[in-house]
């Protein structure tokens, strides 16, 4: 059973319309429960755990951190929002992430470089 998080229901977790909590890293998820308490506004994720079809489908990278449940993408509508989830995450931890208009990547794969940002 993975550890229960304050901010996130484990519906928000979807892969394909199946839930994919207990596929996330207990890493990624404490420090994106530190991350929204920080930063005082909701997270809304949309993108969390993917299977290898659906990566490729969305455009993922081949070593996705996605498809090892060390990823998710939260969603970002405006500039202040957007500050506010990144200063958050790197607060909580966090030592990679990606920055798109619409979304905010983060990840804890210890498997890619770390100690850097991206832009999508």
């Known amino acids: 059973m993975k550890r229960k998080v304050k ?10 319309g199946v839930e994919c909590y207990d596929l996330m890293s207990d890493d990624l998820l404490i420090k994106l429960d530190e991350a929204r308490t ?9 993108s969390s755990w993917r299977d290898k079809a659906t990566n490729e489908r969305v455009g993922g990278k081949p070593n996705s951190a996605h498809t090892r449940g060390n990823a998710v993408d939260i969603s970002c509508a405006n500039s202040s929002n ?24 983060v990840d804890v794969d210890e498997d890619l470089p770390n100690c850097v940002t991206w832009l999508y």
């Open 7 to 16: 901010h996130f229901s484990e519906d928000e977790f979807t892969c394909n």
């Open 38 to 46: 920080i930063a005082g506004i909701p997270f809304h994720i949309n």
């Open 82 to 105: 957007r500050f506010t989830i990144i200063d958050a995450c790197i607060t909580a931890g966090f030592t990679r992430i990606g920055i798109a208009k619409t979304f905010i990547h």
